[in-house]
């Protein structure tokens, strides 16, 4: 491309100060079609000689094309010996002329003596008008609307409003019975919940139970020893976690030693109770001893 611009800016510099190359009698000029519309395109095939050392470029701004415009061009390749070679082109017009006009193309060749525009020989083509001779030259007008069949129904769009509410009120209907078809299945499943043990009476009883059921044997252990700290210090002892009863019967004034002794027995029933600890026979009598020196031995 730059030797192109240079090429082009040096021949049309030449043309303007009157030095125009005469055309060689090697050039050539062929053309593929001929005969055609205006606007089609054809195709012209150059061949231009020239020294081997010259570039040779297609001058598409030259007034000798006549009534075509360039469209395209490339090059087909060079041949020739060490002093003279023939340069071949491609080059893709289009007529904008009716009748039949004249074609010359014109290349410019730069060598190291300066640089020339050289017109090739020239090409008839016959170029026809898209219309026929009769046509007459104005749009005609174009035919009025017409109606389509097929239109919509006028109760199309009311039966589908009706639709879509019939459609989410079975839908509605199918998943309220749905659910409640669940909820008797889960009840059915459910098993029933068990009654709670019944909460021994007495240190008595509960020697008898802690073996069997160590679990309701301590929770009714830890119920006495709650209900006796409460009597006794006025604290809400069966509100309060076992940590927190510690803490409130330490602050409170009373006896630390009596407090540590509540809080490790409440922690063992807790371990017994939710935690699924089960203390040795000889652990469980020692525990029961406890908590009976806890509520008994009050004063």
Not at 102 to 125: F, I, K, M, N, Y
Not at 160 to 173: D, M
Not at 177 to 182: A, S
Not at 288 to 297: D, K, N, Q
Request: glycine residues 8%; charged residues 20%.
């Amino acid at each position: 491309m730059k030797a192109l611009a240079v090429a082009i800016a040096l021949a049309v510099a030449f043309v303007a100060a009157g030095q125009a190359a005469a055309q060689d009698p090697g050039d050539t000029t062929a053309v593929t079609i001929s005969s055609l519309r205006i606007a089609a395109r054809t195709t012209l095939l150059l061949e231009v000689r020239a020294p081997a050392d010259a570039i040779v470029e297609v001058d598409p701004t030259a007034e000798s094309w006549g009534g075509v415009e360039v469209v395209r061009w490339v090059s087909l390749g060079i041949e020739g010996s060490s002093a003279e070679a023939v340069h071949r082109f491609e080059v893709v017009v289009a007529p904008f002329a009716i009748g039949a006009i004249s074609v010359e193309p014109s290349v410019a060749v730069v060598t190291s003596d300066g640089a020339a525009v050289r017109t090739l020989p020239a090409v008839r083509l016959e170029v026809r008008p898209t219309l026929a001779a009769d046509a007459p030259l104005e749009l005609s007008p174009l035919p009025p609307p017409g109606s389509i069949g097929g239109a919509e129904s006028p109760l199309l769009r009311p039966a589908l409003v009706v639709a879509a509410v019939a459609a989410f009120a079975a839908l509605g209907t199918a998943l309220f019975f749905g659910l409640q078809l669940v909820r008797r299945l889960m009840a059915r499943r459910e098993p029933p919940a068990e009654a709670p043990a019944p909460v021994p009476a007495g240190f008595d009883a509960i020697e008898e139970l802690i073996d069997a059921d160590p679990v309701s044997a301590y929770r009714s252990l830890a119920a006495m020893v709650r209900g006796e700290i409460a009597r006794r210090f006025g604290l809400p002892a069966t509100a309060l976690t076992t940590s927190e009863l510690r803490a409130r019967m330490e602050s409170s004034g009373s006896d630390r030693f009596l407090a540590r002794l509540v809080g490790g027995f409440l922690e063992e029933c807790d371990a017994v109770v939710y935690a699924g600890y089960r203390p040795a026979a000889e652990r469980r009598r020692a525990d029961l001893t406890m908590a009976r020196e806890i509520v008994e031995g009050a004063p």
